[in-house]
Nanobody, 123 residues
Framework: QVQLVESGGGLVQPGGSLRLSCAAS????????MGWYRQAPGKQRELVAG???????SYADSVKGRFTISRDNAKNTVYLQMNSLKPEDTAVYHC?????????????????WGQGTLVTVSS
């Protein structure tokens, strides 16, 4: 089964830091773009940060200078280092990956989503 599994969420005080990880598993041939999205209660899901296979990054204005996305292509893993966290960063964070994988003997393009990890920023 091809899937993304996230880890690293939790409760942190304002100004604190957390590091999220997301690993892809299964019969993956390649992964191009990877990213992190978040969804706060009562709000739409938004793109937080993205990274291409070549390492080019992009960020939402609300997290620029505080969050850093990175990836390890050999491990099919993407990370999100979150510093100077604010209460408004509280959300469920999901990772996303555009992949080519073997499914049932066929080579397929798959857009993968992780199950989500909760980040709560509160004193």
């Amino acid at each position: 089964q091809v899937q993304l599994v996230e880890s690293g969420g939790g409760l942190v005080q304002p100004g604190g830091s957390l590091r999220l990880s997301c690993a892809a598993s299964g019969r993956i041939i390649s992964i191009t773009d990877m990213g992190w999205y978040r969804q706060a209660p009562g709000k739409q899901r938004e793109l937080v940060a993205g990274i291409t296979s070549g390492g080019r990054t992009s960020y939402a204005d609300s997290v620029k200078g505080r969050f850093t996305i990175s990836r390890d292509n050999a491990k099919n893993t993407v990370y999100l280092q979150m510093n100077s966290l604010k209460p408004e960063d509280t959300a469920v964070y999901h990772c996303n990956a555009d992949s080519v994988a073997v499914v049932g003997g066929d080579v397929r393009y798959l857009e993968l989503w992780g199950q989500g990890t909760l980040v709560t920023v509160s004193s």
